[in-house]
């Protein structure tokens, strides 16, 4: 079996097998989070981990998701489903105008460009509040598909439902960023990610293959709002917000920013810890802070690519 | 090693699995203890916290003591969800308390009325009762009660034409929008509207354009937080001697020690009896209420009260009423809801609570009290 399966069935298992350990309905709550939170790191993942770029702003694109689904279905008349669609599209769209011309940045200015666009986006979340409903959020309309479950003779409970669906996207998001890996497009990215004057000499177009990385993460991310806002069925401009997108940057880097896999285990930990931590709430950033400069101090692939080299480190011996 | 590592785990599995002990009533909180509404927040679980001990030390409700469990959820809607599933489905609550911000009230509201769980809100949005949903209430006066209030005061000393100054936060924005909307009722024209952004350090500029604005008779500035406090010292610097009115927003210490007492000398706004505990006429109705618990606040914390703290003394008052009136400690959630909306008469530091089918913020415009700052205190208004 190559290693792509493996991990796409692991991680499978691992979704299918986890609600039999789970002691309260409150655990698929978190499950669906998790779910949410790693389809935007999996996008990351590609940006990132495969092409080399950093974006500190893509919660933005989480937002216009998340958005979308509130709105279109109000004011455009759209089924929540093909408001999704329409988020991707946009999200798409914005990153392909603005990828153009800040692509071009490196390092720091990378980072400071794309910083400056989620800001924007949030900005405008929060201020047009005719159309956003402000900063205390709006309402999202229901996905329907309980309702069309309850008709089919299926009831099912809401954190079940988002359970699987958010579960779902997850492991398709997965193995399509699994795919990507090893098709020329993922080859050309690692390629430039390693030296983009090497890759240019080898006949890469590394300006082309940079936007395409950027676009297919905005739409993770902006799929990741969407689901978010359908499950909670209210969206405030937090959304979109910088704190959100360093979380989705943190979790990527934590778990292994190279592995779709480690990526997914990144999402995992730093979204289930604050629950752990809520007994010492006061010190959870203090120790979300040191979980992360000892994983960059020590662990420097990330959590699951290291321990997985450690692991077959040993059996080398 | 091994046996470290094992044990470390099963700790951390214990930590969030370990299901509580159910010989107690359970209540749950989830609040904004930090982030941006923090100082709204703070007091609120102080508050409950305080008042959990108390009730216990005197013996519990119907016998059994209270359990508190408290969340922090920073102010986001996202997490403030998050926490009332794990209230409702993991600690299994009788009710939830909570809400500090309007946005976090409507997340938990949708997962209180999902699960049909009783919730009392903490949060001023008209929005969260209006309109009325089964298991959801609130304490605090709405942000229209307050332009209300307000304008009344307004309307009694001949004033017509204002300018209004709010803050883009979700408490300023919506102030906002309830005032342009009651404005009229009372006669009242709105002829000069600016706003600021909760980061902004200085509004020289909008308050230029409201000096500059003729024929205004007074100002109004809907926000909470620091935002007020840097209006109040701007409108002194410019000298501007029309009447200043605030919103309950910022109905606390911390409003008039940022602004400066000279600069906060004569500012107006609604607020309630806390503030003016010992200024309470003798046969007043809430003094009893009023000072037992300023008396218990600031002898544990040793800091001044704040009508925020006040707003979560009430949801408890209202809670552990219902529960002794319903009379089982282990409720059924829609008996509980039942005795809450049943509230009739009760005194908190708010107001007095009488929760009717149609009404579940059961309080009127006599609740509040208009106060006026003076010498760095509240004076209330005759």
Not at chain 2, 267 to 287: E, N
Request: aromatic share 6%; proline share 5%.
């Amino acid at each position: 079996m190559k290693p792509k399966h493996l991990s796409l069935l692991v991680l499978t298992l691992l979704v299918v097998a986890a609600p039999f350990f789970f002691p309260s309905g409150f655990y698929y709550r978190i499950g669906a989070l998790i779910f949410i939170n790693a389809i935007a790191v999996t996008g990351l993942v590609i940006l990132i981990g495969y092409a080399g770029q950093i974006s500190l702003g893509h919660a933005g694109f989480a937002g216009i998701g998340a958005y979308a689904c509130a709105l279109a279905p109000e004011h455009l008349g759209l089924p929540p489903v093909a408001a999704i669609l329409l988020g991707t599209a946009l999200s798409a769209a914005l990153a392909w105008l603005v990828g153009k011309p800040i692509l071009r940045l490196h390092g720091y200015y990378l980072g400071v460009a794309t910083l400056g666009l989620g800001i924007l986006i949030s900005m405008v979340l929060s201020n047009e509040a005719q159309w956003t409903g402000g900063p205390d959020g709006i309402a999202v309309p229901d996905l329907g598909l309980r309702g069309l479950l309850r008709d089919l003779g299926w009831r099912i409970g809401a954190g079940e439902l988002w359970y699987g669906l958010a579960g779902t996207v997850m492991i398709l998001g997965a193995w399509l960023a699994l795919n990507l890996f090893d098709s020329p497009t993922g080859r050309a990215l690692r390629a430039l990610h390693g030296s983009e004057v090497a890759a240019r000499t080898m006949g890469i177009d590394v300006a082309r293959h940079k936007l395409h990385a950027f676009v297919v993460s905005a739409v993770y991310a902006s799929v990741s709002g969407s689901l978010l806002a359908l499950m909670n069925r209210l969206i405030t401009p937090d959304v979109a917000g910088f704190m959100h997108s360093v979380q989705m940057v943190t979790m990527a880097v934590l778990g292994g920013v190279g592995s779709v896999l480690g990526a997914i285990f990144g999402a995992t930990i730093l979204t289930a810890l604050p629950q752990l931590l809520t007994v010492f709430h006061q010190y959870e950033h203090m120790v979300l802070g040191l979980v992360m400069i000892l994983v960059m101090i020590f662990l420097p692939d990330g959590l699951l690519p290291s321990l997985m080299k450690r692991l077959r480190g040993r059996d080398g011996e | 090693m091994n046996t470290h590592k094992t044990l470390a785990l099963a700790a951390l599995l214990a930590a969030l699995g370990a299901p509580a002990a159910l010989a107690q009533i359970r209540i749950g909180a989830t609040l904004a203890e930090t982030g941006p509404a923090g100082a709204l927040g703070d007091p609120e679980a102080r508050t409950l916290r305080l008042l959990v001990e108390q009730i216990n030390a005197a013996g519990g409700v119907l016998g059994e003591p209270l359990e508190l469990v408290l969340y922090d959820d920073g102010g986001d809607p996202n997490n403030a969800r998050t926490f009332a599933t794990r209230l409702v489905e993991h600690d299994e609550v009788v009710a939830i308390i909570g809400g500090t911000t309007t946005g976090t009230s409507l997340a938990i509201r949708s997962v209180a009325e999902e699960e049909e769980i009783p919730f009392i809100s903490l949060a001023g949005g008209i929005e969260i009762i209006d309109p009325v949903q089964p298991f959801t209430f609130k304490t605090p006066h709405t942000d229209r009660m307050a332009c209300e209030k307000i304008f009344e005061d307004m309307q009694a000393q001949g004033i017509a034409r204002i300018g209004m100054i709010s803050g883009t936060d979700g408490f300023g924005a919506s102030m906002r929008t309830q005032c342009l909307s009651v404005a009229e009722a009372y006669g009242i024209t709105v002829a000069a509207d600016e706003s600021y952004a909760p980061g902004d350090a200085d509004m020289v500029p909008q308050l230029t354009n409201i000096r500059n604005t003729e024929g205004l008779q007074a100002v109004l500035n809907p926000g909470f937080g620091a935002g007020p406090a840097i209006v109040t010292r701007n409108y002194r610097q410019l000298g501007i001697d029309l009447p200043l009115y605030q919103s309950h927003g910022v109905a606390g210490q911390a409003f008039i020690d940022l602004s400066g007492a000279e600069n906060a000398e004569g500012v107006r706004l609604p607020g309630t009896a806390l503030l003016i505990a010992d200024q309470l006429a003798g046969d007043d109705a809430q003094r009893e209420a009023v000072v037992a618990y300023r008396d218990a606040y600031v002898g544990r914390y040793n800091e001044p009260v704040s009508t925020f703290g006040g707003y979560a003394h009430d949801a408890l008052a209202i809670l552990v009423d219902a529960l002794t009136r319903n009379g089982e400690a282990d409720p059924d959630p829609v008996d509980l809801r039942e005795a809450i909306e049943a509230t009739s008469g009760l005194v908190g530091t708010t107001g007095i609570y009488s929760f009717s089918a149609e009404d579940h913020l059961g309080l009127d415009l006599s609740a509040f009290r208009l106060l006026e700052i003076r010498n760095g205190g509240w004076t209330p208004v005759q």
